[in-house]
């Protein structure tokens, strides 16, 4: 079956510092969706890339699929403390079933 | 990582008829499980907290007598729609926390795609 791995599952930065989760599929997917969820909470819909290449931002967020539509990645620019918490990529796969599987997710902690 | 299986991935069933979706922790233990709906290119919503042993505790405008939750076993929630409507037709998914791992990282199952004709 499908299967998303996303890498790294932690990571600590100083506030101020880049940070970078990359997700890739076994399959190619027909699309892909980011999700953050804070501490305590749910995940939150963050975005949804569909084309090969694509590269979409939101202010220091920088998202990009990947041009064989099986990898992706979300940098965050210059980290917040308000950036903490865990990034999960979510990839829809292109069969018939279109089944969405998650990725395990990244920890974000952002040391102030 | 844990696991989480849910089935069906879809199903197509006339109005007025109940659908059953399963989710399950294949490697670990869920006391607590949870359900989404989540409408097309928006985020997840949360539905309810199936508690494993107790009744569910079901978000605000959810009907839990539409949407019986059921977590019989420590690895088991199973949600039903009951005399689904056409407007029931959603993607749903299921998560649970592996605690034992010491984090509180949820895991998804793969989604349900409910059709209602």
């Known amino acids: 079956g499908q299967q998303v791995m996303q890498i790294p599952q932690y990571q600590h930065v100083q506030e101020g510092e880049d940070f970078t989760t990359y997700c890739n599929s076994s399959?190619?997917?027909?699309?892909i969706q980011w999700y953050k969820q804070r501490p305590g909470g749910h995940p939150v819909f963050l975005i949804q890339?569909?084309?090969?290449?694509e590269v979409k931002k939101q202010k220091r967020l920088t998202f990009q699929f990947g041009e064989a539509k099986k990898n992706s990645s979300l940098h965050i620019t210059a980290t917040q403390t308000t950036d903490v918490g865990t990034y999960f990529c979510?990839?829809?796969?292109?069969?018939?079933?279109?089944?969405?599987?998650f990725g395990s997710g990244t920890q974000l902690t952002v040391l102030p | 990582g844990a696991v989480v299986s849910q089935h069906p991935s879809w199903v197509i069933c006339k109005s007025g008829t109940s659908v059953k979706i399963e989710c399950r922790s294949l490697?670990?233990?869920?006391?607590?499980m949870f359900w989404y709906r989540q409408f097309p290119k928006q985020s997840l919503m949360l539905m309810a907290t199936?508690?494993?042993?107790?009744?569910?505790?079901?978000e605000q405008g959810v009907e839990k007598d539409k949407f019986l939750i059921n977590h019989a076993s420590l690895t088991l929630s199973t949600l039903t729609v009951t005399s689904a409507h056409p407007e029931d037709s959603s993607f749903y998914i299921c998560?649970?926390?592996?605690?034992?791992?010491?984090?509180?990282?949820?895991?998804f199952g793969s989604g349900t795609q409910l059709s209602v004709l």
């Open positions: 890339l569909v084309k090969s290449g």
């Open positions: 979510a990839g829809r796969s292109s069969g018939s079933a279109r089944q969405l599987t």
């Open positions: 199936s508690n494993e042993g107790s009744k569910a505790t079901y």
């Open positions: 399959t190619t997917l027909s699309n």
């Open positions: 490697d670990f233990q869920a006391t607590t």
């Open positions: 998560s649970a926390r592996d605690l034992d791992r010491g984090n509180e990282k949820l895991f």
